[in-house]
């Protein structure tokens, strides 16, 4: 069993991240552009419904995900297809921010996608999940602007030394 698995801490409220999950037009601006998600059933991420993941990095290979449990705080998928397994979306207030993890368990029966995902294709998702969270994170909080820390004291300008040429 492959398991890849992603946090994310965002400086916000439990129903915004739901938000940002679940409705179509706020998903499609922090998901992966590698990932197209097709609903097949039912509305998106409502208990019961059915999508189809295809992957553009894999030909628009993918997989059917169901929907087999939903409550506030939590998505669970049956994955079925070129990878088989679950997908988890759960998301819980700690203090004033929000944790939302991204847990995938999975197996690839055929041998040849197996090679591949157990070589640089599990790099490569590791990398798109927290890619993903980050860009989530970032639509909900704002960009962040680098902050430099130089203490109480005011800088001082550069100490100038002259050098007298004869």
Same mark, same amino acid.
């Given at each position: ?6 946090w ?34 039912g ?19 993918? /997989?059917?995900?169901? #929907?087999?449990?939903?409550?506030? *705080?939590?998505? @669970?998928?049956?994955? %079925?297809?070129?990878? +088989?397994?679950?997908?988890l ?16 368990e999975?197996e690839?029966?055929? /041998?040849?996608?197996? #090679?591949?995902?157990?070589?640089? *294709?599990?790099? @490569?998702?590791?990398? %798109?999940?927290?890619? +993903? ?18 203490g ?15």
């Open positions: 069993m492959i398991v890849q698995e992603e994310v801490s965002i400086n916000t409220t439990p129903d915004v991240v739901e938000r940002h999950l679940t409705e179509p037009a706020l998903l499609d601006q922090w998901r992966s552009p590698l990932v197209v998600l097709e609903p097949l059933e509305a998106l991420f409502a208990p019961g419904s059915v999508h189809k993941l295809r992957l553009k990095s894999l030909a628009m290979a993918g /997989a059917t995900y169901s #929907v087999v449990e939903r409550d506030g *705080g939590k998505i @669970l998928m049956a994955i %079925d297809g070129l990878w +088989q397994g679950s997908e979306w759960r998301w819980f207030p700690d203090g004033n921010r929000t944790v939302v993890q991204n847990r995938v999975y690839v029966p055929d /041998a040849s996608l197996r #090679v591949f995902v157990v070589g640089i *294709g599990r790099f @490569l998702a590791d990398l %798109d999940m927290r890619i +993903q969270l980050d860009r989530l994170r970032q639509l909900i909080e704002g960009p962040t602007t680098p902050r430099l820390d130089w109480a004291r005011p800088l001082r300008p550069a100490q100038q030394i002259v050098i007298e040429r004869e």
